[in-house]
């Protein structure tokens, strides 16, 4: 496996508490004396990494665009997870909340799915799938829009997303799917249970054949002048719903 790159402050200190040993080098800005910079170098070489004084112009190269706070890292990947079935068994193994998974049908922009990342892990989604041919990969920009959830929440691109979604309904999971015209609401379905909540890309939606394999379709009302949320803002209110609906009573 080739090395990859991870910057900005969150993905990279992410990467520095979870697997210190992947890290090649740390590249930090020379001109950056403030006390995060000096706190992170100080973490950095606790954690054994080597760190390199480099200028903004290389930091920039190397990230491929200047927004990289000053840090930038040549990681090596880490071990994917597998498959969803290894995920989905390791949530039940563990008995401790029913599964949650966030669906992408077509979301092809890096930063939505950096951000998708983001509400997923802080919701506590178990994995984000998404089908190979009409989703972004994990990259760079990803990564640091995500804040360290590309490297804590399981992206799963699967070759046949309809077959995946079957799959998931034979293993007790309802496949709920968002939609503008759909005529019950996100509040008024049971989310408490094992569910997969389904997204499409902003404009298209899901495609027809997702659509149709969903167990239902719920909308997000929307009470003011715009149509349609951006489709991380409606991962964050589907996922932190379904979080609400499963917080211990009492």
Known sequence: MSARILFGFHAVTVRLKTAPTSISEIHVDTARRDARMRGFVERAREAGAR???????RLSKLA??????GVVARVEPLPPTHSLDEVLEGVEAAKEDPPLVLVLDGVTDPHNLGACLRVADGAGAHAVVAPKDHAVGLNATVAKVASGAAETVPYLMVTNLARCLNEMKERGIRIVGTSDDATQTLY???LSGPVALVLGAEGAGMRQLTRKTCDELVSIPMAGAVESLNVSVAAGVCL???RRQRRPRG
């Open 51 to 57: 760190v390199v004084d480099s200028d903004d112009t």
């Open 64 to 69: 491929g665009n200047s927004r990289h706070q």
């Open 188 to 190: 008024d379905v049971d």
């Open 240 to 242: 932190y719903e379904a």
